[in-house]
Every structure is written in C-alpha cells, then in structure tokens.
C-alpha cells in the first residue's frame, strides 16, 4: 500500500510539470474572448479591425488608449476597462508572437 502511494507520488512529481507546460500561458487564454469580434488569432473575418500581425505595442497602446478614455470607439472602451495593464501586455504580446510564427 505504502509502495502504491509513493509510486503514485513519483508518477505525478514527474509528470506535472508536462502537464502544466501542455496548459497555454496567460496571453493566450486571455485572447480567447478577444476572438468572437477579432477573429480565431485575431484575423477578423468581417467589419471589424484584424489584430492579427499587429505589433504587441501597437496593441498595448491602442488598449491603454482605449482603457483610459483618449481613444472612443464603439465597445472597446468598457472591453478595454476589463483587463488590468498587465493583462493587456500579455494579450499584446501574444498577438505579436503568433504573427510571427
Ligand atoms: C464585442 C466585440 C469585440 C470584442 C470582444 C473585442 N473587440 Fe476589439 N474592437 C472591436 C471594435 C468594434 C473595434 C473598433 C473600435 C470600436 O468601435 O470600439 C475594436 C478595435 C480594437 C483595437 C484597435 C484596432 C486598430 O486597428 O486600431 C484593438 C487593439 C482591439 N480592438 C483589441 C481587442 C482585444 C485585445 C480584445 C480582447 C481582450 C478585443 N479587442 C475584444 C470589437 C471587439
């Protein structure tokens, strides 16, 4: 029994930290909610702006704009207000990062 419960212990020791890498990162997950208007990795399929191959500061700037009222758009306002500044940069850099893959 006491054998069962270390080989156990080893098996998730050992693969845990697989499972956590196969898990996306922050950006990614975040983006997600981004893609009902933008687009599946941001590539807009209508109306609205493509983020797709946008640089990740043009995208922190436009949001930040957005969050702080400089810039008026039509929902980006109170989307924006919804993510903290270190969320916007993980989304801006995940935007950037798969443009470039
Ligand atoms: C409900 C639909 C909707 C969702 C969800 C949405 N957007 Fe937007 N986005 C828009 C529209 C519409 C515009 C044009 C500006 C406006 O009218 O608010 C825009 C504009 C932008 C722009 C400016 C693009 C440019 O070319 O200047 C950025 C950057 C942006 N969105 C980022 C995001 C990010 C990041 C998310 C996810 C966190 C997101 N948007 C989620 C609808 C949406």
Redesign the pocket.
Known sequence: MEKTVLSLLFLSITFLPHVVSATPDRGTL??M??A???GTDGKSPG?????YG?SSK??ET??LN?LQGKR??????R??K??TKEE?KH??DH?EKIANN
Do not use: D
Not at 47 to 51: K, Q
Not at 72 to 77: A, P
């Open positions: 975040l983006s909610s981004c009902a208007c933008h109306a609205m702006p493509s983020l946008k043009y995208i436009s949001m957005f008026v758009g039509t929902v980006m306002n989307i924006a919804g993510y916007i989304i801006a935007f």
